[in-house]
């Protein structure tokens, strides 16, 4: 799922080609993609987009008469800046935003339908969209605490909470954390002063970095391809390879769709932490440490 820097090179990418123009039209292809009637699709035609912004993981775009085109991408669907009048076919391409100079397609691979676009008027409507995370680059040091200690939840958990911070998910989670040197299941309740500094400090050197990376390329051309798994991050998406600090293999934590990466020497003091289904399948034989993964490896 595309991230807050993701999405802010999205809207950096977006701004000198939408903003101050006018929005034709919107062709829509998807059948589950627009999730609001009222007011209908239609009362964009014409308007002018007024400015852009970022509700937690949407894409906001800001229009007259009050208007607001909300888009979230979800885990797949992705943006393409195309010559105007570009046509909406094919299986993947959900939705078409006409400009005089260009047109923004949609699309989603897979073939789940999870993106959605919503159309709301007045800020309060919008507001009631947003899942209500502290905006991290933003925060103060105490604002940032607070907001994740008010459930004792592991720092993985309450990072990718919406509720709790805007922006973050899987990805870009595991890079905070490394950056930070710190497990992702520790809990929220048992952190020192000096680790909630490192992580408030991580969590915002991280997402500047990759802002400022994906936005470098998105000067250059549009952002074609986001990904959540990048050659240059440090651990997320690189189980088996070596820590670019340490040298030790990134280990990870598989559940359902999605994985936590780490590195245990540099996060959890060389403890190989459980995999929910390895963890019961090995039992008393789980390594605990990188010398028994080695071992049992070996074997």
Same mark, same amino acid.
């Not at 008010?150 to 998910?169: C, F, H, M, Q, W």
């Not at 490394?178 to 991280?206: F, M, N, V």
């Given at each position: 799922?595309?991230?807050?820097?993701?999405?802010?090179?999205?809207?950096?990418?977006l701004?000198?080609?939408?903003?101050?123009?006018?929005?034709?039209?919107?062709?829509?292809?998807?059948?589950?993609?627009?999730?609001?009637?009222?007011?209908?699709?239609?009362?964009?035609?014409?308007?002018?987009?007024?400015?852009?912004?970022?509700?937690?993981?949407?894409?906001?775009?800001?229009?007259?008469?009050?208007l607001f085109?909300?888009?979230?991408?979800m885990?797949?669907?992705?943006?393409?800046?195309k010559?105007?009048?570009?046509?909406?076919?094919?299986?993947?391409n959900?939705?078409?935003?006409?400009?005089?100079?260009?047109?923004?397609?949609?699309?989603?691979?897979?073939?789940?339908?999870?993106?959605?676009?919503h159309?709301?008027?007045?800020?309060?409507?919008?507001i009631?969209?947003?899942?209500g995370?502290?905006?991290?680059m933003?925060?103060?040091?105490e604002?940032?605490?607070?907001?994740?200690s008010?459930?004792?939840?592991?720092?993985?958990r309450?990072?990718t909470?919406?509720?709790?911070v805007?922006?973050?998910?899987?990805?870009?989670?595991?890079?905070?954390?490394?950056?930070?040197?710190?497990?992702?299941i520790?809990?929220?309740?048992?952190?020192?002063?000096?680790?909630?500094?490192? #992580?408030?400090?991580a969590?915002?050197?991280?997402?500047?970095?990759?802002?400022?990376?994906?936005?470098?390329e998105?000067e250059?051309?549009?952002?074609?391809?986001?990904?959540a798994?990048?050659?240059?991050?440090?651990?997320?998406?690189?189980?088996?390879?070596?820590?670019?600090?340490?040298?030790?293999?990134?280990?990870?934590?598989?559940?359902?769709?999605?994985?936590?990466?780490?590195?245990a020497?540099?996060?959890?003091?060389?403890?190989?932490?459980?995999?929910?289904?390895l963890?019961?399948?090995?039992?008393k034989?789980?390594?605990?440490?990188?010398?028994?993964?080695d071992? #049992?490896k070996?074997?």
């Amino acid at each position: 799922m595309p991230e807050l820097p993701d999405i802010a090179a999205y809207l950096h990418a977006l701004a000198p080609r939408v903003v101050g123009k006018r929005l034709l039209q919107v062709r829509i292809q998807g059948p589950s993609l627009l999730r609001t009637a009222d007011p209908p699709i239609y009362k964009t035609e014409g308007k002018t987009v007024l400015a852009l912004r970022r509700v937690g993981k949407r894409i906001v775009f800001v229009l007259g008469d009050d208007l607001f085109l909300v888009l979230h991408l979800m885990i797949a669907g992705r943006l393409h800046w195309k010559p105007a009048g570009a046509k909406l076919g094919g299986r993947i391409n959900l939705a078409a935003f006409d400009f005089e100079d260009g047109t923004l397609l949609l699309t989603e691979a897979g073939t789940k339908r999870r993106a959605s676009l919503h159309l709301v008027r007045g800020e309060a409507a919008l507001i009631e969209m947003d899942p209500g995370g502290i905006d991290v680059m933003n925060a103060t040091p105490e604002q940032f605490r607070t907001a994740l200690s008010v459930e004792n939840r592991t720092l993985k958990r309450a990072l990718t909470d919406p509720r709790i911070v805007s922006g973050i998910g899987n990805a870009y989670s595991d890079e905070i954390l490394w950056t930070a040197r710190l497990s992702p299941i520790l809990q929220t309740g048992k952190l020192s002063d000096d680790e909630w500094q490192r #992580l408030y400090e991580a969590t915002r050197t991280a997402l500047q970095q990759w802002i400022d990376r994906l936005q470098a390329e998105a000067e250059e051309k549009f952002p074609e391809k986001v990904t959540a798994f990048r050659p240059e991050m440090a651990v997320h998406g690189r189980f088996g390879k070596p820590c670019p600090r340490c040298g030790s293999p990134v280990q990870r934590i598989r559940y359902a769709d999605n994985e936590t990466n780490y590195c245990a020497t540099c996060q959890t003091e060389g403890r190989v932490l459980a995999d929910r289904s390895l963890s019961r399948l090995l039992g008393k034989d789980w390594p605990r440490t990188l010398d028994e993964l080695d071992a #049992l490896k070996r074997r």
